[in-house]
């Protein structure tokens, strides 16, 4: 995939993109300036982008930009939504977990890649709010997904200690 201003998606999002039902709508956590939310588009899933800033996220016809700051307290901007896919990359914020797992519906898919504690030796994010824990992925879904693929390990480019799942939700 040729790179362009928004980036290229990450590896583990292209790999595991399968997973998302041909027909599925998706949604893109916290999606910046809209690179998975571009590639999925591509794949022709309808993507629903949130943002804080949505004036980064491309025009397309598939993605509609949602513009919510999920911080600042206010409640979860989409409570009667069910998506066939969630994305979620580089953004941690616990609050919004429960939520977000409510939010995929049976059988959709959870493709969640983010930093996790020791990744404080390489830079920011540093700070344990923004840090997962050992197996805290895996703890998001227990009971409620299959887990198709998990990993917490160093990676190379950027150097980071990630965490990221691929699972589907249970029927």
């Keep these: ?20 039902s041909s027909h599925a709508t998706v949604l893109d956590l916290a999606a910046g300036r809209g690179r998975h939310a571009l590639f999925l588009a591509g794949r022709g899933h309808k993507v629903v982008a949130i943002d804080r800033d949505i004036s980064r996220l491309p025009a397309h016809s598939n993605i509609e930009p949602l513009a919510a700051d999920l911080e600042d307290g206010s409640p979860w901007p989409l ?13 941690l914020h616990r609050p919004l977990m429960p939520a977000l797992i409510e939010a995929i519906a049976p059988g959709g898919v959870l493709l969640y890649q983010t930093f996790m504690v020791g990744n404080e ?18 703890e998001l879904v227990r009971g409620a997904f299959s887990v198709t693929a998990y990993e917490a390990r160093l990676i190379s ?5 990630v965490q990221r799942i691929a699972a589907r939700r249970l029927p």
């Design 1 to 20: 995939m040729a790179d362009d201003a928004r980036g290229t998606p990450l590896p583990w999002i292209v790999q595991w993109a399968g997973l998302v």
């Design 79 to 91: 409570p009667e939504r069910r998506f066939g896919a969630v994305v979620v990359t580089n953004y």
């Design 121 to 138: 030796r390489f830079g920011k994010p540093s700070r344990p709010e923004f840090l997962l824990n050992d197996g805290e992925l895996l």
């Design 157 to 161: 480019d950027p150097m980071a200690m």
